[in-house]
């Protein structure tokens, strides 16, 4: 790993070498940086690349760095509001019986056990999982089928809460998800997937990436929109 001092940010990248004549420069949506450079191009060249293009690598960190989950913070109390595939729903929590979590005429009800109340959030964020891990499923299917002429086939997803974005696609292809995204609806869902298999095709946010986003979900913007504004 090699990096360089851009202004007051440092922007570290990887270095593959490759039979060609010119230097590309890939951000990936984890943010991270890595140059297709040819096989005599020095580091000290590289370095001086990177620098001359660094107002544009930190454009799209930062791209990737404003696509981001912004759920309030939650006390897991009977009264919140808590969202699901796009819809508010009132939390109820209740003792007695088996531990479940179970939606019912506008409200997501937990059961507990007697003396398990501090097990709310727990319990609620394994449903969420269960739930999140069949709906994205379920919605990835449908959505290699717009990438026949592109030969993806269906992705297996990873499932891992992140901080900072929705989704994201690591430079060996492995498309990863937020279970938050479940609390958004179906076709944001699908944006956030469309968008990371455009990247398994180009790595880069450039115009061919959103050329090629806007060809496979000509709507992406919409929802896009609606995903950012859903849980603010």
Known sequence: MDS???????????????????????????????????ENSTVEELK???????????????????????????????????????RRYMLKVKQG????VKLKAGEIVVTLKPNEHEKVKEVLAAWYYTHAKRKFESVMALAVEKFSAEKIENQPIVIKRMNRRWGSCTPEGKIILNPEL????????????????C????????????????????DWENWKMKLEKLLS
Not at 7 to 19: E, L, M, Q
Not at 97 to 100: A, E, Y
Not at 199 to 218: D, G, R, T, V, W
Request: charged content about 25%.
């Open 4 to 38: 360089v001092q851009y202004g007051s940010k440092t922007i570290d990248f990887k270095i593959k070498r490759a039979v060609r004549k010119t230097l590309a420069i890939e951000v990936h949506p984890d943010s991270s940086v890595q140059l297709i450079a040819p």
């Open 199 to 218: 990247h398994l095709i180009i790595a880069s946010h450039n115009k061919e990436f959103y050329k090629l986003l806007s060809e496979k979900m000509p």
């Open 182 to 197: 479940i609390k958004a609806n179906a076709k944001c869902i699908e944006y956030v997937i469309t968008h990371e298999l």
């Open 97 to 100: 019986g088996d531990t479940s």
């Open 48 to 86: 001086n690349k990177v620098l001359h293009r660094g107002k544009w690598i930190v454009k799209q960190q930062a791209y990737f760095e404003a696509f981001l989950p912004t759920t309030p913070k939650r006390e897991y109390v009977s009264g919140e509001s808590h969202y699901y595939l796009g």
